[in-house]
């Protein structure tokens, strides 16, 4: 079912599987605690279980929800998030080893688009990751998201997105993962 930006907060994401705009590309996601959904989106895509997705968060006080008790979350973030800059943190037992092909860490993000914030904001931390077959470019054109209509529970109407990705940043290893749009300059990277 297509929803706008009108409507889509009437409906209820619980146990579903949605394409949605972010503040990069679009994402294909469920909420992070349903792992029958998260198994889908693997399959959907094509995506090895050895890669990784990331959890989308709409502020501070989700990302301390899901990662290692005493881990610091650093206050230069402030000045990236939202934004377009995914952090590697310690995970605590919350999320699921299927999210992180089995790692210790988990790649956070909190995004700078209206309609995904609300989303967040509404339901909680979404598993989220770009919406393309495994090894093809992510899909940035509404157009070609209808493509996979059959397959998910919800399309979240969007524009064409023209971004670059995200700067992926490992806090645990205090280095720079995928160079994106974001870059970290100056900062004390605790």
Known sequence: ???NENNYLDYDFTGKIIIFPTDT????????????SIRKIYEIKNRDYNKPMVILCANLKQVTTLIREGQKVPSYLKKYWPGKLTIIFFKNESVYDIIT???????IRI?????????????????VTSLNLSNQAPITKYIDIHKFHDKVDYIIQGGDLYEIPSTVYDLTQKKVLRQGGVVIQGENHD
């Open 1 to 3: 079912m297509i929803l």
């Open 25 to 36: 590309v679009y994402g294909i996601g469920c909420l992070y605690n349903d792992i029958d």
């Open 101 to 107: 092909s089995n790692r210790n860490t988990v790649g």
């Open 111 to 127: 995004p700078g688009n209206k309609i995904s914030l609300e989303i967040l904001k509404k339901y909680g931390p979404m598993v």
